[in-house]
């Protein structure tokens, strides 16, 4: 008797279920839906068996990088060895992937499922997850759902393995982009000056030149010996510089008005700008190449190696491909149209831009287009898988390009394989030994320089402390100074009264003094008065 089990992958942990007896063909019928629909029927068809919740956010991230890889983790492989029956044979597991199915079969030998029922089921435990789960919660699976989801999508921006090649599929875009747009805006620019001065479109041919001369002379009437200099500086020519000043003279164009001069002016400062980005572009362009694909660009160039990336989506798509797709890469409607028709299929696609092609005769185009295919193969193998790339292979495989070449057309034996790469691997062991050298030199600066930062800030805080530390000792000190001047004034002060009252209190003494002397005397008058005035007065 097989006993079927589900794994669900959840951003909360694993969960395994024990699905009941259950006929699988009545589970997709419509009877059978409804019940996965409803939860009091879902129940009944499902039982949980273990829950393993994640540990951190750390964890659950590298449990859905190693779920999404079809890698088995070491949480799952102990859920499943844990909880399910020794007996593997009578076993059957349910999974929603094929990939990690896989790898449960090949490394834990049980028998996995997918799609069918299975995925009826998985449906249903996705929907009432949190109400299969106890002590979760709908809020909490979705907070946890979301955050797994951030954490996934930036681990995967941030470990992009082409984030390099996207740089360069993009300058390359733009680099076609603005050759295209350029082109029509020169183009623009000699017809509506070529009505006032014709005869400058057969003297210059180059739309930057051209663009740049009628800025410089404007109105033609108005050109004269002393800007014969400057027409020099512009074309790089003597001769033209003089042909032009002549051609001023006696032009048929029409003459010009001052407005349509200044627009005229204005639209081409905008194609020279557009020139000049356009160079930048390009040294850039080729900055990116020589440091994510320089064996590559060594031997057919910065433009046509970052076409090849372009077409292929990443430098390690093209370095799966094998020769012949290389070959034919960017003739695909050509390929499909001989297919079709059965005609002769195309020899080589973009790599014809390179300049061993236009060299090799025409009986020979096919031959070298092969063989540079390869090359080209094994240099963008080089690139995308070495630890520090170098040009060194690349300078290699384009002189075996040439020597290919010189044989087709004087038939002298180039050098064997072998002994070129012999060479090129001793090379490109000094060159990466020196380049690792030179790293290692600018990452002990670059903590040097950090080190000497922290220890200037630590100073700097240090002083600041001691500042802080001394401005507070110093308010200590004072404090005590103005608490004792304080305490003096204060018992001075009553000192001071003190002496008052009792320089006060005497003289008051004095005056009781002097009133009870005056009392006997007034009583001495008034008696001698009475014995002045006697009884016979009356």
Known sequence: MVLPHVLFEHAAGYALFALRQAEEVALLLPPGEESVLSLGKFLGLVRLVAFAPFRSAQCALENVNAVSEGILHEDLRLLLETNLPAKKKKVLLGVSDAKIGAAIQEELGYQCQTGGVIA???RGIRLHFPSLIKGLTAQSASKAQLGLGHSYSRAKVKFNVNRVDNMIIQSISLLDQLDKDINTFSMRVREWYGYHFPELIKIVSDNYTYCRLAKFIGNRKELSEESLEGLEELVMDNAKAQAILDGSRSSMGLGIGALDLINIES?????ISLSEYRKGLQEYLRSKMSQVAPSLSALIGEVVGARLISHAGSLTNLAKYPASTVQILGAEKALFRALKTRGNT?????????????RAAAKNKGRISRYLANKCT??????????VPTSVFGDKLREQVEERLAFYETGEPPRKNLEVMKEAVVEATEVAAEIKRKLEKKEKKKRKREQKRLDALAAAAEETENSVLETAAEENEVEPKKKKRKRQEAESEPAENGLEEEEATPKKKKKKKATAEEAPQEEGRKGRKKARVGPGDD
């Open 120 to 122: 009826e089921i998985t």
């Open 346 to 358: 195309p020899k080589y696609g973009l790599i014809f831009h390179s300049t061993f092609i236009g």
């Open 267 to 271: 639209f081409s400062s905008r194609v």
């Open 378 to 387: 094994i240099a963008s193998r080089i690139d995308c898988f070495s630890e």
